[in-house]
């Protein structure tokens, strides 16, 4: 080995040393800010949780506190924030079941979900994902947790129906113009000889839903299907709480013979509303029940 591809080997190698303790750097001064906010947070719970009037001795405590703050160690030390931290020890009284993988801006957003089960399962997937806080928000704003539990038993129900269909994948990660995305359910079924793949919404249905849809029918068509096989079907569900609607993305100028065969194989229009309609109707019980 030359002298060039040695020094080029060792440079990498610095250069691999060098980001991954900076990465580490920046983590544990991330989990110092979080372990300060949460200690804050503590002392500020016990003293207002102290007074007898508590709603208005809390208020007039943190606006004192942040008037004192604020003016030396800056915005971070308003109001508002002062009452994240203490909403932050109230949802987590425990320090040792903080995850050094969040940071403060992840944790706030953890804090506004008011479904302890909902939240649990944002932090697992964070922790076990590496998500970002970006991430997280998306994910959040997408109902991934209740597009989930509305997928398990749809899953099962296509399943159920036979008609050739097999499961590829549960949220199916699609690497597309730099973002990541992914698709709620993705099925082969062997007598269609095609990808059909299903996406679910819990709000009225969109514009920009028919096109998130289409763009991935487009990609499954470009890069997943074989030249053998026939083009993508999508399957678009709307489960609002008022309306349950299903759209089918299917291949443009198909012929008769293979229009046909999607109506003997795929589920209905009917059946498909039925099924999201009861899960709806069984989520909502155990949301209930809490």
């Not at 899953?155 to 590829?168: A, C, M, P, Y």
Request: glycine share 4%; proline share 2%; aromatic share 12%.
């Amino acid at each position: 080995m030359n002298i060039q591809a040695q020094t080029t080997n060792l440079t990498n190698d610095i250069k691999n040393l060098i980001t991954t303790a900076q990465e580490k750097a920046i983590r544990a001064v991330d989990y110092q800010r979080v372990l300060l906010y949460w200690n804050i947070g503590k002392r500020i719970f016990e003293e207002v949780q102290g007074g007898e009037a508590r709603a208005e001795y809390g208020k007039s405590i943190i606006k004192n506190l942040s008037n004192e703050l604020e003016p030396v160690y800056g915005s971070g030390y308003g109001v508002r924030q002062l009452e994240l931290m203490r909403q932050f020890y109230r949802i987590f009284p425990i320090a040792n079941t903080l995850y050094s993988q969040l940071n403060w801006s992840q944790y706030k957003l953890l804090i506004r979900l008011e479904d302890d089960l909902k939240r649990e399962f944002y932090i697992a997937e964070s922790v076990k994902n590496l998500w970002s806080k970006r991430d997280l928000e998306r994910q959040i704003n997408s109902s991934l947790y209740e597009r989930l539990l509305l997928s398990s038993h749809l899953q099962e129900f296509i399943l159920e129906l036979g008609n050739g269909f097999s499961l590829v994948s549960r949220q199916k990660r699609l690497h597309i113009d730099g973002d990541d995305f992914f698709v709620d359910l993705v099925f082969y079924n062997r007598l269609l000889q095609c990808f059909v793949i299903f996406e679910i919404k819990t709000h009225k249905l969109t514009h920009q839903d028919i096109g998130q849809l289409q763009m991935y029918v487009n990609y499954f068509d470009r890069v997943e299907k074989q030249d053998f096989e026939n083009p993508t079907i999508g399957v678009l569900l709307c489960a609002d709480k008022n309306d349950a609607v299903v759209k089918y993305t299917l291949p443009q100028n198909n012929q008769t013979i293979l229009a046909s065969k999607y109506q003997l194989y795929l589920p209905s229009e009917e059946e498909l509303v039925k099924e999201l309609c009861k899960e709806l109707q069984e989520i909502e019980i155990v949301g209930g029940e809490k």
